[in-house]
């Protein structure tokens, strides 16, 4: 079967790093999207990984460890306005659909 | 650019009634756009995959005959609930995905719609 997992809440503080991660279990795999979502909005696009390894993109960078069926998302010097819900999703590489997790939802503190 | 509109951004209708959902790719031409609905804390729920041209293909669960797909143009699919009730309301999302031809290129999504039934 297909799932994929990463916790629910996370609190953090404004200037510091935080890691956010996501597990899957899938017959087929076709790589991995991370999506920010802010309250009542549509997700928007952070990052793609289909191969190992860690791609970065300015205060945001994701690894993905195909063996282990691992992802994080790591957001460095976290701002306010970062608070918002991220979405892991992974590629099912016999549909191409992307399968969500349940979101892990960020509060940034002062 | 990979800009995608919905219409309404909200809308809140009687019980037995139809409502129309527009999602729009404004700057690119999608062949594939998806429907997702989500309730309050829970993530996204893929309903159907859209195809320009062709018939919706509907996931396990999801009434085809209640929730009816029309993808006639590259830019356009539209989403009508039937008969809605209140159990269906929730946040849908659209989301297009571009011609490049990879099955893995992204899909960049709608704002949402809110539909309240009441």
């Known amino acids: 079967g297909q799932n994929i997992d990463q916790p629910t809440e996370m609190t953090a503080t404004e200037g510091a790093i935080v890691q956010i991660n996501c597990t899957y279990q899938t017959s087929g795999f076709n790589g991995l999207f991370w999506y920010q979502q802010h309250a009542g909005e549509a997700p928007t696009f952070l990052s793609y990984n289909v191969l190992d390894g860690l791609e970065e993109k300015g205060r945001f960078s994701s690894f993905l460890s195909r063996s282990k069926g691992y992802s994080y998302l790591l957001l460095k010097e976290l701002q306010m306005k970062d608070s918002a819900s991220y979405l892991c999703a992974m590629v099912n590489s016999g549909t191409y659909k992307y399968i969500f997790g349940t979101g892990t939802r960020l509060k940034v503190l002062a | 650019g990979a800009v995608v509109s919905q219409h309404p951004s909200w809308v809140i209708c009687k019980s037995g009634t139809s409502v129309k959902i527009e999602c729009r790719s404004l700057d690119f031409q999608a062949t594939t756009m998806f429907w997702y609905r989500q309730f309050p804390k829970q993530s996204l729920m893929l309903m159907a995959t859209?195809?320009?041209?062709?018939?919706?293909?509907?996931e396990q669960g999801v009434e085809k005959d209640k929730f009816l797909i029309n993808h006639a143009s590259l830019t356009l699919s539209t989403l009508t609930v039937t008969s809605a009730h209140p159990e269906d309301s929730s946040f849908y999302i659209c989301s297009a995905r571009g011609a490049s031809g990879s099955p893995t290129d992204t899909q960049y999504f709608g704002p949402g719609t809110r539909l309240t039934v009441l």
């Open positions: 859209s195809n320009e041209g062709s018939k919706a293909t509907y």
